[in-house]
Nanobody, 116 residues
């Protein structure tokens, strides 16, 4: 499994933009389905976006968030625009080898917090 390290979280206000990054160490990054999850206080962890040969977005972020990857840099990004207070959460990067049922690689999480 690859090791994942997220960065880019911080304090935000409604309407702000933020870009999260996740760098993977290890081989065969190109074979990994990469995803961003988030867990808000008191709520279950939810899938926000996923990328492999296509992209998936949760309904709550469609049109505002964009997931992308740079396989040459072993990095996946989450561009978050028009942030809302309900986007406050710990954001986790996750990866699984294509064909796997579960995500076997997880980052430590990065906080995105509404400063209001």
């Amino acid at each position: 499994q690859v090791q994942l390290v997220e960065s880019g979280g911080g304090l935000v206000q409604a309407g702000d933009s933020l870009r999260l990054s996740c760098v993977a160490s290890g081989r065969a990054f190109i074979r990994y389905v990469m995803a961003w999850f988030r867990q808000a206080p008191g709520k279950e962890r939810e899938l926000v976006a996923r990328i492999y040969d296509d992209r998936y977005y949760a309904d709550s972020v469609k049109g505002r968030f964009a997931i992308s990857r740079d396989n040459a840099k072993n990095t996946v990004y989450l561009q978050m625009n028009d942030l809302k207070p309900e986007d406050t959460a710990v954001y986790y990067c996750a990866g699984k080898i294509i064909g796997s049922r579960t995500y076997g690689s997880w980052g430590q999480g990065t906080h995105v917090t509404d400063s209001a």
